[in-house]
């Protein structure tokens, strides 16, 4: 995938900015507080629909500014160039996707894939497990778009659904008859998507192993694996419903199922997420990340675009390298960010496009 143009009106600092990236890398620096970290808020905004730092609602939209807006022009091998338009005022949009009316915000998540690595980035492993499940369904959505297996967008949306409306009948009391068809068709979608989390854990394996190889060494091998979020090894989903039932009613939600699972990454000479040192735990997510992307790029045919914030304060100077080997052995547009020029990209010379950021407004640099 390649973004041949970017347009952001109105978000954060970003007052009328137009680049014409290129492909490969992208290096894009400026002061503290310039406005690089935006530039990549808005790329992943239009991917993900959300910003990686903050709700748009909470200050994404330039202050003094109804909406933002973010454009994009962007190719695919093998495709027309596809073009869409975002204007968000935090709490309403209106979008567009190649000249037309977008219904849903998924049909802009499908058509663009984006990934970000950023000073947040850890979190996939050391924060909550709801991060971990956004990452396997991001991946999953992908994907499982009409594979025999079932779109996992749809899957997700009536488990989803199913999930709510037990919910509020567990808030409610007792409505046996209605709790056992809910807990019928929760069980069924449960089913299907952790058969769809398990496998694609496992594809994702080989891909986790070689970047741990390449990126991380020094912490050996890894094992990934799925929790599924109920004790699967046990009963199926409909039996842990049931089973469940008396505790969810008293508690009024649902304790157990998909909605609980977690992703496990463990090291097998290290003791637990506690033996990474800060560092570790960040190159880790970043192999996640990537793992992700060379997955999609393996799947689909195409790499995401990749977005690295900050990479010269996230990682020392060696790693920084060896990661932007990774990358200018693959096929991915990459954008990164920095206060200065990044020296391991002195290696990689022709291969980038340089830009500068100053009180919110780009210009291109000469290489
Ligand atoms: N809603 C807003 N309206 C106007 N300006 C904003 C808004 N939100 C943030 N800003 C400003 O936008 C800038 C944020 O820019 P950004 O985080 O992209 O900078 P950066 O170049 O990545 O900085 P750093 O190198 O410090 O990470 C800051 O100067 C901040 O004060």
């Known amino acids: 995938m390649l973004i041949r143009q970017l347009q952001v009106q109105g978000l954060r600092r970003l007052v009328d900015v137009d680049l014409c990236p290129g492909p490969g890398f992208n290096l894009i620096t400026g002061d503290n507080g310039s406005g690089k970290t935006s530039l990549l808020e808005a790329m992943h905004l239009m991917a993900h629909g959300r910003s990686f730092r903050a709700r748009i609602r909470d200050g994404l939209v330039r202050t003094g500014e109804s909406a933002l807006q973010v454009f994009l022009e962007w190719e695919q091998p093998g495709q027309p160039g596809r073009r869409a ?20 915000l998924g049909e802009l998540f499908e058509a663009l894939a984006v990934i970000t690595f950023e000073p947040g980035s850890h979190a996939l492993i050391d924060g909550s497990s709801e991060i971990r499940r956004r990452y396997l369904d991001w991946g999953l959505f992908h994907v499982e778009r009409s594979d025999a297996g079932g779109d996992f967008l749809s899957l997700w949306r009536r488990h989803a659904r199913a999930h709510k409306q037990r919910n509020a009948l567990l808030r409610k009391g007792r409505a046996e008859g209605q709790l056992d068809a809910w807990e019928h068709e929760l069980a069924l979608a449960g089913e299907a998507i952790t058969l769809q989390r398990e496998a694609y854990v496992t594809r994702l394996q080989p891909h986790v192993d070689a970047l741990l190889a390449d990126i991380l060494p020094a912490a050996g091998a890894a094992n990934l694996s799925l929790q599924p979020g109920w004790r699967r090894q046990d009963f199926g989903l409909a039996d842990a419903l049931l089973l469940a ?15 609980r699972a977690d992703l496990k990454l463990e090291f097998r000479d290290l003791p637990g997420r506690d033996g990474l040192s800060r560092g570790q735990t960040k190159l880790a997510a970043l192999v996640l990340l990537l793992a992700q992307a060379s997955h999609l790029a393996t799947h689909a045919g195409h790499w995401p675009v990749l977005q690295l914030d900050d990479l010269a304060s996230e990682l020392d100077r060696h790693h920084q390298r060896r990661v932007l080997q990774v990358l200018a052995a693959s096929n991915a547009q990459v954008f990164v960010t920095g206060t200065d020029p990044i020296p391991a990209m002195d290696s990689l010379a022709g291969l980038h496009a340089m830009f500068h950021v100053e009180h919110g407004v780009i210009r291109p640099l000469a290489g």
């Open 245 to 259: 039932r008396e505790r969810d009613l008293a508690q009024g939600h649902t304790t157990v199922g998909p909605h």
């Open 85 to 104: 338009g975002l204007r968000h005022s935090g709490s309403a949009w209106e979008a567009r996707l190649d000249g037309s009316p977008v219904g849903q």
